[in-house]
Structures are given as structure tokens and as C-alpha cells.
């Protein structure tokens, strides 16, 4: 994942945290309970949940990425740490969220026991909550390019597409320029599962979905047509209160 470590000092100035992410997250999270972000890139959603007077973690796994959130936020707790050994992990969260299509880059044979990890994590009654693309429209088409994305301000422009999309393994093109200069490219592979796939494929744990968007705000999920797919589940069980003195 070479690309993601050259695109680490550029990450938060082509994708600034989403506000209305932050809060479709706040909002599912029990009251000051901890949080930990799976793939967290440089570190922005974890700084704004500990900036609120939660306990917060991020784990990528780039190092480059983890380097650059220790160095700007220093009160979350960061690691390196692939996504496929979640289960080397320990503690109870409140909310556990995988976003920017993060998910997509796990292979499906490490998909059950990616989620066996979430379900121990998740305390009983908290979220977990991932984003993907829309797979179930990008699957239709033999090839994808996304709408570019510009920072006129540092003239850059960043440059995304699938040349063929296979459940097999989607090749992600990446490209960053600077007016004429091409800064870097890269690729990775991603693996499209639809929404029934990844709905089924939690049947398995104690985590009940609750809610299926296009995006942030809480749109209603259109199979049939190009958006964000944000998945809400709740972990079954109820939480714990607190013993009462005296």
C-alpha cells in the first residue's frame, strides 16, 4: 500500500473531515463511551471525538498515515495495525466505524473474522457502522471513474477510477497532480461485496442492523443509483448500568 504513505502529507487537504460524518457518528455513539476508528488515514475523526471528552483510537495500516496523525493530534491513541489482526485488539467501545470505502480493501475470506473482532469489541448496545461506495451500482458497469477532486487553492487535483470492476478484485487507480506535474499513482486492489452480501455476512455475530444510507444525512439506500452505502448496526445485549452507591 506504497500509495497510501505517499499520500499521507496530502490526506486531509483532498479529504477533510465530512461534517455530517462526524455527526451520523457522534450521534450513534452512547454518551462519552470510547470510540475506535478502523482505517483511520491521518487521524481527523479521532481528533474531533477526543476533542468532545472521548476516549479515541485510530489503526491504520499505514505507518506513514499513523505518523502523520501522532504528529498532529497527540490525545488519541494511534496504531499501526491491519485491519485483518482487528483480533490482536482489546477493550470495549462505544462506536466502531470503518469509513471512506475502507472495508472494500479486506479480501471476503477475511470478512468473517474481521467481524467476529468488531462483535467483541463493540460494548452491548453500542454501533457499528461502515461506508462503502454503492458496489451494487459500480458492479453494473464494467468500469468506473469518479468526479475529480480539486483543491483549487493548492492546485491540485486528484484522480480515482476502477478500469474494470470484478468481484474477483477491482484494480483502484490513483493519481495526484499539481496543475501539469503528476505528484504519484498508485493502485490497490478492492473487493466489491453488494449490500445484501455484506448484510449477510453478519448474521453470523451479535451485530442487528438498524439503519442502510446513501449518505451522511440519513438518505434512504437506492441500489440503482451512484452514492455512498453507510451501514448502521447495534451490538445485541443491552449496556451495563452502573452500580449505584450506597
Not at 500500500?1 to 505517499?6: E, L, P, Q, T
Not at 489503526?59 to 498532529?72: F, G, K, L, Q, T
Not at 499539481?178 to 504519484?184: A, C, D, S, T
Amino acid at each position: 500500500m506504497s500509495f497510501y504513505s505517499d499520500f499521507a502529507g496530502y490526506y486531509e487537504t483532498v479529504f477533510p473531515l465530512v461534517e455530517d460524518a462526524y455527526l451520523f457518528l457522534r450521534a450513534r455513539t452512547p454518551g462519552r463511551a470510547a470510540v475506535l476508528d478502523v482505517g483511520c488515514g491521518s487521524g481527523d475523526y479521532c481528533a474531533r471525538f477526543a476533542e468532545e471528552g472521548h476516549e479515541s483510537v485510530g489503526v491504520d495500516v499505514d505507518p506513514e498515515m499513523i505518523s502523520a496523525a501522532r504528529a498532529r493530534y497527540p490525545r488519541p491513541g494511534f496504531a499501526v495495525l491491519d485491519m485483518s489482526d482487528l483480533g490482536q485488539l482489546s477493550g470495549s467501545f462505544g462506536c466502531v466505524y470503518c469509513i471512506g470505502n475502507v472495508l472494500s480493501h479486506l479480501p471476503p475470506s477475511g470478512l468473517d473474522a474481521f467481524l467476529g473482532a468488531v462483535g467483541r469489541l463493540v460494548s452491548p448496545g453500542g454501533s457499528w457502522i461502515f461506508q462503502t461506495v454503492n458496489w451494487d451500482y459500480v458492479l453494473r458497469h464494467g468500469s468506473f471513474r469518479f468526479p475529480d477532486v480539486e483543491v483549487p487553492d493548492e492546485g491540485l487535483v486528484f484522480e480515482r477510477e476502477y478500469p474494470t470492476v470484478s468481484k474477483e478484485g477491482t484494480p483502484f487507480l490513483t493519481r495526484l497532480r499539481r496543475r501539469n506535474e503528476l505528484l504519484f499513482e498508485g493502485d490497490v486492489t478492492l473487493y466489491p461485496l453488494t449490500a445484501s452480501e455484506y448484510v449477510s455476512a453478519h448474521r453470523r455475530h451479535p451485530l442487528e442492523p438498524v439503519g442502510h444510507y446513501s449518505d451522511w444525512r440519513g438518505s434512504v439506500f437506492r441500489p440503482e443509483t451512484m452514492s455512498s452505502s453507510v451501514y448502521h448496526f447495534v451490538r445485541a445485549g443491552r449496556p451495563r448500568r452502573r452500580r449505584e452507591a450506597g
